[in-house]
């Protein structure tokens, strides 16, 4: 299982860089260079021991294993080579969804920030 995890870990740099930015591909004499969020993590576990006496599990010893692993891509735009030079293009839907979670989280803190500060009765807002 370690000789997994660690060979996992060696692989994960080049995979960001070729996940996050796809084949180029020439539409109409425009180079199109495809860019997206990517995200991904692995996990792992291993346990053995002894179970305790009258515990729930019968007495004996303990062992365990596990793993998992996930991830996400998000499209974000594209860079676009033309006459013009070098442009990025947003994928604006894409784009909303991924900023969604971070204002929210944003707005929750400030509204606790202003929250704490009218409880203690100080400052602009007491």
Excluded: H
């Excluded at 060979?7 to 080049?14: G, M, N, Q, T, Y």
């Excluded at 793993?67 to 735009?77: D, E, N, R, S």
């Amino acid at each position: 299982m370690t000789k997994l995890t660690e060979k996992l870990a060696e692989l994960v740099p080049s995979w960001g860089a070729k996940l996050a930015y796809a084949e180029k591909t020439t539409v109409d004499g425009v180079e199109i260079l495809p860019v997206a969020i990517v995200a991904f993590g692995f996990g792992g576990g291993e346990g053995s021991g002894e179970v305790p006496e009258g515990g729930k599990t019968p007495a004996g010893k303990g062992e365990g294993s596990g793993g998992g692993g996930g991830g996400y891509g998000v499209p974000i735009g594209a860079y676009l080579t033309g006459p013009d030079g070098v442009k990025f293009r947003p994928n604006t839907v894409a784009l909303l969804v991924a900023a969604v979670p971070v204002v929210s989280a944003v707005g929750w803190g400030v509204a606790q920030v202003i929250r704490a500060c009218k409880g203690r009765g100080r400052g602009i807002f007491g």
